[in-house]
């Protein structure tokens, strides 16, 4: 669905880990021909360049100068997805002069004209966002989900300890003290729980399409 060149739309998706966030957000991406914005990507490009370059999380000087460069190209990186990158990108998350960082080059890409943010803070971090939708999901659900993601690429992996590290990890994001995971004020919540991706769909296009009558009327829609 095209939109009037008139329409402006930021759309925020967060949520804990395999809550359905990433799946909305391309696919809101496709259906509205939104710039979408992985913020997890951004913290793993980090975190995979500290690594590389044998460099610690407060040079400072390397950070800014990493997150100067970071160009949409180079988050496609399948390299950034490794189990040494996601555990240590868990680590500097934490970092406040990382997320300050990071939160200027999502400030400058939300300034496009229509914008999807991903990630675990986007509600927080833009509160006034047209669309802000929280998921969830039981953590069985999440461990299932992302357990059939990792088998792919690691057999010796078990359920139990994936549903162990997903626990963990959204535990530590709801503690940290920049930028808590949390539901952002006046989000939607979205529980996945029991929904297919067809239901899902069908639910964040409504609550999409809600916003956008609300605001420009029935003809927000491109002839």
């Not at 999380?57 to 997805?81: E, V």
């Not at 990792?150 to 057999?155: D, E, I, L, W």
């Amino acid at each position: 669905m095209k939109l009037k060149n008139n329409i402006k739309l930021l759309v925020t998706c967060d949520s804990g880990a395999a809550a359905g966030k990433t799946t909305a957000s391309k696919y809101l991406s496709k259906r509205y021909e939104l710039n979408l914005l992985t913020s997890g990507l951004l913290y793993r490009y980090v975190a995979y360049k500290l690594i590389n370059s044998n460099k610690k999380p407060d040079d400072i000087f390397f950070l800014r100068k990493i997150t100067k460069n970071i160009k949409t190209k180079t988050l496609k990186n399948n390299k950034l997805y490794s189990s040494e990158i996601t555990k240590f990108t868990s680590e500097i998350a934490k970092i406040k002069k990382i997320r300050q960082l990071l939160k200027s080059y999502q400030k400058q890409f939300a300034n496009k004209r229509l914008v999807v943010l991903e990630g675990r803070d986007m509600g927080i971090l833009f509160p006034n966002a047209d669309v802000k939708i929280f998921f969830k999901c039981s953590l069985k659900v999440a461990a299932k989900r992302r357990f059939k993601e990792f088998k792919k690429t690691n057999n010796k992996l078990t359920l139990k300890e994936v549903e162990k590290a997903i626990k963990l990890r959204n535990l530590n994001d709801t503690k940290r003290k920049n930028s808590p995971l949390r539901i952002p004020k006046g989000a939607v919540v979205v529980d996945t729980s029991k929904l297919s991706k067809k239901e899902m769909f069908r639910k964040v296009s409504k609550i999409v399409e809600e916003k956008l009558y609300l605001k420009y009327g029935r003809n927000y829609k491109a002839r």
